[in-house]
């Protein structure tokens, strides 16, 4: 079922317009975009704010460099290797450890360390990079993701991206990798979104290619249980980031950590609106509200506004809502 426009218009959708015009263009100064497109300098930022990103191993800058890897990772249990400038999870490998024969993927999949000098090759040649540009390959930490969560993924970690608006979080989803997303967190690939209730950091809806559901395609556990945990601290580093880029709309993707709690992935300045579909509700009276709010606000009151003003219900244990099946999101 296709939801006609005015019945997106009456639950608040916002399109791919509105958000580049409305927010995007009017909140986010374009000078400051490369402090989010480059996870590089994102991380150092953070540090910088004091904001919790996972462990920075090293980088990786020339063809020449890459022959330091094994040094490198020397002594690291498991390890992540993504390219700095990349998008939408492209490029990222995931070694969950390391044996005698060679570097364990989360799928079980071996690979050997002339793969990894060539996935770095890749990288630092733009393969995966925005436009194509030269990058930089970043190695980070492995994250020990909360095993309370391990029934809701697999393979992969679970992350949750809050849309951040003048500092203030709107909306909140978690998004679960599957078999059909190879492990990433990411929906386009298949990987299921949970939306959030931003008072507590529970589910209150899930969708996977754009259909309600209510478990998890490989685990088969139900999402209606799901509730994030240090919700309260997740929410206050999502909204310091406002602080530490100046940007107004913000796509900002963390994880928790068993053992050093919430951490910032990356931000985004362009941040999708699928985000809608898996709440069920539209950003616009959201937005609208956050708005009308005086400026200089800091961090712990405007969560407290946002948990006060946009908590809701989940719809986990009733019925779909048919009007938001299958909503077009490109106008």
């Given at each position: 079922?296709?939801a006609?426009?005015?019945q997106?218009l009456r639950?608040g959708?916002?399109g791919m317009n509105?958000r580049?015009i409305?927010?995007?263009g009017?909140?986010?100064s374009?000078r400051l975009?490369p402090l989010v497109?480059?996870?590089?300098?994102?991380?150092?930022?953070?540090?910088?704010y004091?904001i919790?990103?996972?462990?920075?191993?090293?980088?990786?800058t020339t063809q020449?460099?890459?022959?330091?890897?094994?040094?490198?990772?020397?002594?690291?249990?498991?390890f992540?290797i993504?390219?700095?400038?990349?998008s939408g999870?492209?490029?990222?490998?995931?070694?969950?450890?390391?044996?005698q024969?060679?570097f364990?993927?989360p799928?079980?999949a071996?690979?050997?360390?002339?793969?990894?000098h060539?996935?770095?090759?890749?990288?630092?040649?733009g393969?995966?990079?925005l436009g194509?540009a030269?990058?930089v390959a970043?190695?980070e930490g492995?994250?020990?993701f909360?095993e309370?969560?391990s029934?809701?993924t697999?393979?992969?970690?679970?992350d949750?991206r809050?849309?951040?608006?003048?500092?203030?979080p709107v909306m909140a989803?978690?998004?679960?990798s599957?078999a059909?997303?190879?492990?990433?967190?990411n929906l386009h690939?298949g990987?299921?979104g949970v939306?959030?209730?931003?008072?507590t950091?529970t589910?209150?809806?899930g969708v996977?290619?754009?259909?309600?559901?209510r478990?998890?395609p490989d685990?088969?556990?139900e999402?209606?249980?799901?509730?994030?945990p240090?919700w309260?601290?997740?929410l206050?580093l999502?909204a310091?980031?406002y602080?530490m880029t100046?940007?107004g709309?913000?796509g900002t993707?963390?994880?928790?950590?068993?053992?050093r709690?919430?951490m910032l992935?990356?931000?985004?300045a362009?941040?999708?609106?699928?985000?809608q579909?898996?709440?069920?509700?539209?950003?616009?009276?959201?937005?609208?509200l956050?708005e009308?709010q005086?400026?200089g606000?800091?961090v712990?009151a405007r969560?407290a506004?946002?948990?006060?003003?946009?908590?809701r219900?989940?719809?986990?244990k009733g019925?779909?809502?048919?009007e938001l099946?299958?909503?077009?999101?490109?106008?």
């Open positions: 079922m296709w006609r426009p005015s997106l639950r959708i916002i509105r580049n409305r927010y995007i009017r909140y986010n374009r975009y497109d480059d996870k590089l300098k994102t991380k150092l930022l953070a540090e910088k004091g919790t990103t996972p462990a920075l191993i090293g980088t990786v020449f460099g890459i022959k330091g890897l094994r040094e490198m990772i020397a002594g690291h249990p498991g992540v993504k390219p700095a400038k990349g999870g492209k490029g990222i490998l995931v070694i969950e450890r390391v044996d024969e060679g364990i993927k799928s079980g071996k690979l050997g360390l002339e793969d990894l060539r996935h770095i090759s890749n990288i630092l040649s393969l995966y990079s194509g030269p990058d970043m190695i492995l994250i020990n909360d309370k969560l029934e809701y697999y393979e992969g970690v679970p949750i809050v849309i951040i608006f003048r500092g203030y989803m978690m998004r679960l599957t059909a997303s190879d492990g990433k967190a690939q990987a299921v939306g959030l209730d931003i008072a950091g589910a209150v809806r996977q290619f754009d259909r309600s559901r478990d998890h685990t088969g556990h999402l209606a249980s799901l509730r994030i240090d309260g601290s997740l206050e999502a310091g980031c602080e100046g940007l709309y913000l993707d963390m994880v928790i950590d068993r053992d709690g919430p992935l990356e931000l985004n362009r941040p999708g609106l699928a985000i579909m898996a709440n069920g509700e539209g950003l616009r009276s959201r937005l609208d956050v009308k005086p400026e606000v800091g712990k969560v506004f946002s948990q006060q003003h946009f908590a219900r989940g719809e986990l019925l779909p809502d048919p099946a299958q909503p077009c999101l490109s106008t």
